[in-house]
T-cell receptor
């Protein structure tokens, strides 16, 4: 399995501000992913964090709103900018781990964001 | 665009009973994931199904994959209260094995 930590675990922010979420993995990984889980909903992929290049965003997500950094192979940050109450969600990072039949995708503990 | 549909979305069952959660997906998915999420917690990986006909079992849970029917099932045998959680299936799209598209989840409640 993969050991993934996220900071902060939760935060309450005022609208118009920004929050930066950190994701740290216990070993080097090529790909890291950021997901959003809105209250009572399923998970939606925001972007793929690529080391050494720009993040790749999914439809409906843009870099100005969700800037991502990936300075090395064990760390990534996701910033949620210009916060509005609609951004209240759990944000999770994930990484693939394993090979062959044990290959799977592991998720961090999540960051619960509440925007007032 | 891959779409993943789970049913039922809500499942209340008694301990000791059997039931199946269904996961249909719209286009080719090279693999199918099942996850468990407890309230306020992150996702726990249960199964990864890699090929047609794949069947995996862990305890009271068994998952299968039929790629021709674009269907995966999660079968619960002799349910116990500890299995109460939300279960998600997820397929992959976009040419990557790791860009997951999730179903809406099935909230399972096992009653004594």
């Amino acid at each position: 399995s993969a050991v993934i930590s996220q900071k902060p675990s939760r935060d309450i922010c005022q609208r118009g501000t920004s929050l930066t979420i950190q994701c740290q993995v216990d070993s080097q990984v090529t790909m890291m992913f950021w997901y959003r889980q809105q209250p009572g909903q399923s998970l939606t992929l925001i972007a793929t964090a690529n080391q050494g290049s720009e993040a790749t965003y999914e439809s409906g997500f843009v870099i100005d709103k969700f800037p991502i950094s990936r300075p090395n192979l064990t760390f990534s940050t996701l910033t949620v900018s210009n916060l509005s109450p609609e951004d209240s969600s759990i944000y999770l990072c994930s990484v693939p781990r394993g090979s062959g039949t044990t290959d799977t995708q592991y998720f961090g503990p999540g960051t619960r964001l509440t925007v007032l | 665009e891959l779409k993943v549909e789970q049913n039922p979305l809500f499942l209340s069952m008694q301990e000791g009973k059997n039931y199946t959660i269904y996961c249909n997906y719209s286009t080719t998915s090279d693999r199918l994931y099942w996850y468990r999420q407890d309230p306020g917690k992150s996702l726990e990986s249960l199964f990864v199904l890699l090929s047609n006909g794949a069947v995996k079992q862990e305890g009271r849970l068994m998952a299968s994959l039929d790629t021709k029917a674009r269907l995966s099932t999660l079968h619960i045998t002799a349910a116990v209260h500890d299995l109460s959680a939300t279960y998600f299936c997820a397929g992959v799209s976009g040419g990557s094995n790791y860009k997951l598209t999730f179903g809406k989840g099935t909230l399972l409640t096992v009653n004594p």
